[in-house]
Protein backbone atom coordinates (compact mmCIF):
# COMPACT_ATOMS: atom_id res chain seq x y z
CA UNK A 1 0.00 0.00 0.00
CA UNK A 2 1.49 3.53 -0.36
CA UNK A 3 2.48 5.44 1.96
CA UNK A 4 0.10 8.30 3.37
CA UNK A 5 2.24 10.88 2.27
CA UNK A 6 2.44 9.90 -0.63
CA UNK A 7 -1.56 10.15 -0.99
CA UNK A 8 -1.67 13.58 -0.25
CA UNK A 9 1.21 14.37 -2.45
CA UNK A 10 -1.70 13.33 -5.05
CA UNK A 11 -2.96 16.41 -4.67
CA UNK A 12 -0.44 18.42 -6.54
CA UNK A 13 -1.14 16.33 -9.88
CA UNK A 14 -3.42 17.18 -12.55
CA UNK A 15 -4.95 14.58 -15.01
CA UNK A 16 -7.25 14.96 -18.21
CA UNK A 17 -9.88 12.80 -18.95
CA UNK A 18 -11.54 12.91 -21.92
CA UNK A 19 -14.71 10.47 -22.51
CA UNK A 20 -15.08 8.61 -19.24
CA UNK A 21 -17.07 9.87 -16.45
CA UNK A 22 -16.25 6.78 -14.41
CA UNK A 23 -12.60 7.25 -14.55
CA UNK A 24 -12.88 10.93 -13.74
CA UNK A 25 -15.24 10.12 -10.44
CA UNK A 26 -12.11 7.10 -9.86
CA UNK A 27 -9.55 9.50 -10.00
CA UNK A 28 -11.58 12.26 -8.05
CA UNK A 29 -12.52 9.73 -5.17
CA UNK A 30 -8.55 8.81 -5.42
CA UNK A 31 -7.46 11.94 -4.23
CA UNK A 32 -5.81 13.05 -7.49
CA UNK A 33 -5.43 16.99 -6.91
CA UNK A 34 -7.48 18.06 -10.47
CA UNK A 35 -9.02 16.46 -12.60
CA UNK A 36 -10.55 17.90 -16.05
CA UNK A 37 -12.95 16.68 -17.51
CA UNK A 38 -13.54 16.71 -21.32
CA UNK A 39 -16.99 15.80 -22.33
CA UNK A 40 -18.55 14.73 -25.43
CA UNK A 41 -22.30 13.72 -26.83
CA UNK A 42 -23.42 11.00 -24.98
CA UNK A 43 -25.11 8.28 -26.70
CA UNK A 44 -27.92 5.48 -25.35
CA UNK A 45 -25.06 2.64 -26.00
CA UNK A 46 -22.55 5.40 -22.97
CA UNK A 47 -25.10 5.43 -20.75
CA UNK A 48 -25.94 1.62 -20.78
CA UNK A 49 -22.10 0.73 -20.21
CA UNK A 50 -20.86 3.65 -17.69
CA UNK A 51 -22.91 3.25 -14.49
CA UNK A 52 -22.25 7.28 -13.38
CA UNK A 53 -24.10 8.31 -16.67
CA UNK A 54 -28.22 8.46 -16.14
CA UNK A 55 -30.07 7.06 -19.02
CA UNK A 56 -31.57 10.41 -19.37
CA UNK A 57 -29.01 12.09 -19.74
CA UNK A 58 -28.45 10.06 -23.36
CA UNK A 59 -28.09 12.56 -26.58
CA UNK A 60 -27.09 15.54 -24.93
CA UNK A 61 -23.67 16.58 -24.02
CA UNK A 62 -21.78 15.60 -21.05
CA UNK A 63 -20.63 18.44 -18.60
CA UNK A 64 -19.41 17.61 -14.64
CA UNK A 65 -20.13 19.79 -11.69
CA UNK A 66 -17.47 20.03 -9.07
CA UNK A 67 -18.33 17.28 -6.47
CA UNK A 68 -17.30 19.19 -3.35
CA UNK A 69 -16.21 22.57 -2.51
CA UNK A 70 -12.79 21.45 -1.85
CA UNK A 71 -12.37 19.48 -5.30
CA UNK A 72 -10.87 20.65 -8.37
CA UNK A 73 -13.17 18.98 -11.38
CA UNK A 74 -13.10 21.18 -14.21
CA UNK A 75 -15.71 20.29 -16.66
CA UNK A 76 -14.95 21.18 -21.11
CA UNK A 77 -17.37 19.97 -23.64
CA UNK A 78 -15.36 18.46 -26.31
CA UNK A 79 -14.36 20.82 -28.87
CA UNK A 80 -13.52 20.57 -32.49
CA UNK A 81 -10.85 22.86 -32.54
CA UNK A 82 -7.33 20.73 -32.04
CA UNK A 83 -6.13 24.37 -31.14
CA UNK A 84 -8.88 24.42 -28.62
CA UNK A 85 -8.54 20.63 -27.01
CA UNK A 86 -4.17 21.56 -27.09
CA UNK A 87 -5.01 24.69 -24.76
CA UNK A 88 -7.57 22.57 -22.41
CA UNK A 89 -4.60 20.44 -21.81
CA UNK A 90 -1.82 22.19 -21.32
CA UNK A 91 -0.07 21.61 -17.89
CA UNK A 92 -1.66 18.27 -17.10
CA UNK A 93 0.44 15.43 -15.55
CA UNK A 94 -1.16 12.67 -17.57
CA UNK A 95 -4.28 12.20 -20.71
CA UNK A 96 -6.21 9.63 -20.61
CA UNK A 97 -8.69 9.21 -23.94
CA UNK A 98 -11.81 7.02 -24.17
CA UNK A 99 -12.71 8.69 -26.68
CA UNK A 100 -11.45 10.60 -29.58
CA UNK A 101 -7.91 8.40 -28.88
CA UNK A 102 -6.21 9.15 -32.03
CA UNK A 103 -6.53 13.00 -31.61
CA UNK A 104 -5.70 13.20 -27.64
CA UNK A 105 -2.28 10.83 -28.43
CA UNK A 106 -0.78 13.36 -30.93
CA UNK A 107 -1.84 16.29 -28.58
CA UNK A 108 0.17 14.15 -25.46
CA UNK A 109 3.05 13.54 -27.58
CA UNK A 110 3.51 17.45 -28.21
CA UNK A 111 2.97 18.21 -24.64
CA UNK A 112 5.45 15.96 -23.74
CA UNK A 113 2.78 13.75 -21.40
CA UNK A 114 1.88 10.12 -20.59
CA UNK A 115 -1.24 9.20 -22.73
CA UNK A 116 -3.46 6.51 -21.53
CA UNK A 117 -5.81 5.34 -24.30
CA UNK A 118 -8.64 3.02 -23.40
CA UNK A 119 -6.78 -0.27 -22.24
CA UNK A 120 -3.91 -0.84 -19.43
CA UNK A 121 -0.92 0.71 -20.60
CA UNK A 122 1.09 3.79 -20.26
CA UNK A 123 2.47 5.70 -23.81
CA UNK A 124 5.29 7.49 -22.67
CA UNK A 125 6.72 10.51 -24.18
CA UNK A 126 10.12 9.13 -25.40
CA UNK A 127 8.95 5.91 -25.63
CA UNK A 128 6.74 3.76 -28.36
CA UNK A 129 4.78 6.36 -30.03
CA UNK A 130 0.89 5.43 -30.04
CA UNK A 131 0.12 5.80 -33.17
CA UNK A 132 3.48 3.43 -34.21
CA UNK A 133 1.78 0.12 -32.92
CA UNK A 134 -1.69 -1.52 -33.88
CA UNK A 135 -4.73 -1.27 -30.97
CA UNK A 136 -6.72 -4.50 -30.42
CA UNK A 137 -9.96 -3.63 -30.65
CA UNK A 138 -11.58 -3.62 -27.13
CA UNK A 139 -15.23 -4.16 -26.73
CA UNK A 140 -17.02 -2.97 -23.43
CA UNK A 141 -19.86 -4.38 -21.14
CA UNK A 142 -20.65 -2.90 -18.14
CA UNK A 143 -18.14 -4.97 -15.70
CA UNK A 144 -15.32 -5.04 -18.64
CA UNK A 145 -15.36 -0.93 -18.71
CA UNK A 146 -15.72 -0.47 -14.82
CA UNK A 147 -12.79 -3.32 -14.39
CA UNK A 148 -10.53 -1.22 -17.37
CA UNK A 149 -11.54 2.10 -15.70
CA UNK A 150 -10.70 1.08 -12.00
CA UNK A 151 -7.24 -0.52 -13.19
CA UNK A 152 -6.45 2.50 -15.20
CA UNK A 153 -6.87 4.59 -12.16
CA UNK A 154 -4.70 2.48 -10.21
CA UNK A 155 -1.71 2.86 -13.39
CA UNK A 156 -2.74 6.59 -13.22
CA UNK A 157 -1.50 6.53 -8.69
CA UNK A 158 1.27 3.92 -9.64
CA UNK A 159 2.55 7.13 -12.07
CA UNK A 160 2.13 9.78 -9.23
CA UNK A 161 3.28 7.65 -6.42
CA UNK A 162 6.14 6.00 -7.65
CA UNK A 163 4.62 2.45 -6.20
CA UNK A 164 5.47 -0.18 -8.65
CA UNK A 165 6.03 0.79 -12.02
CA UNK A 166 3.23 1.03 -14.38
CA UNK A 167 2.04 -0.99 -17.33
CA UNK A 168 4.42 0.42 -20.66
CA UNK A 169 3.91 -0.05 -23.93
CA UNK A 170 4.11 -2.07 -26.08
CA UNK A 171 3.07 -4.42 -22.83
CA UNK A 172 -0.64 -3.90 -22.09
CA UNK A 173 -3.81 -5.66 -20.52
CA UNK A 174 -7.35 -5.79 -21.65
CA UNK A 175 -10.28 -6.63 -19.08
CA UNK A 176 -11.44 -9.98 -20.37
CA UNK A 177 -14.18 -11.44 -18.69
CA UNK A 178 -13.82 -14.53 -20.19
CA UNK A 179 -10.38 -15.29 -18.44
CA UNK A 180 -10.35 -16.99 -15.32
CA UNK A 181 -8.74 -13.42 -13.38
CA UNK A 182 -10.44 -11.15 -16.03
CA UNK A 183 -7.69 -9.94 -17.21
CA UNK A 184 -5.06 -10.75 -20.26
CA UNK A 185 -1.90 -9.39 -20.94
CA UNK A 186 -0.65 -8.79 -24.39
CA UNK A 187 2.02 -7.29 -26.50
CA UNK A 188 1.20 -4.44 -29.02
CA UNK A 189 2.04 -4.99 -32.58
CA UNK A 190 4.35 -2.33 -34.07
CA UNK A 191 3.80 -1.33 -37.34
CA UNK A 192 6.00 -1.78 -39.99
Not at 40 to 56: M, Q
Not at 180 to 189: E, F, M, V, W
Request: with cysteine.
Amino acid sequence: MAEEEKIDYLRKFSVAVIGSRMLMELLWRGGVGCVRYIGDFVTPNDSRIDCTVHPLEANDYDAVHPMSSDSCVISYPYPDDYDELKRQLKGIDVIVAHKHIDVAARIAEELGSPFIPNLITTFLPDGVKFWEVEMPRVKFDPISYALTCSLQAGEILRIFTGYHMPTIAPDAYIVDTRSQYYLKKIRLRVKE
